[in-house]
């Protein structure tokens, strides 16, 4: 399943991409020295920026590189499809936990 970066307010469901991704599904040859996002990374400074990057309606391209900005102090990293869906998933798991 293809997820995008739908527009506020900050609601966390998705709709279908209509670009193309800058990612790369986990099977491909794709390597990084940062480990992949895991959901228990997840917490409200992430979610917030999340929120604030949705509102403004960026590319998929953009809003991963907002996002691995933030995360790459830490050692992770989105650079698979199914790293941004598990960040997405986090987030709204985030979200009907905390507000």
Not at 16 to 37: C, D, E, I, K, Y
Not at 66 to 74: E, I
């Amino acid at each position: 399943m293809s997820r995008s970066v739908p527009s506020a307010p900050c609601s966390t469901n998705a709709r279908q991409a209509g670009n193309v991704s800058p990612l790369h599904h986990s099977g491909s040859t794709a390597m990084s020295s940062l480990r992949p996002f895991r959901a228990e990374v997840m917490d409200k400074r992430l979610f917030d920026l999340y929120c604030k990057l949705r509102a403004l309606n960026p590319s998929v391209y953009e809003m991963v590189t907002a996002l691995n900005v933030a995360l790459r102090p830490y050692g992770w990293l989105i650079h698979t499809v199914e790293a941004l869906e598990c960040f997405i998933d986090a987030a709204d798991e985030w979200e009907a936990e905390n507000e």
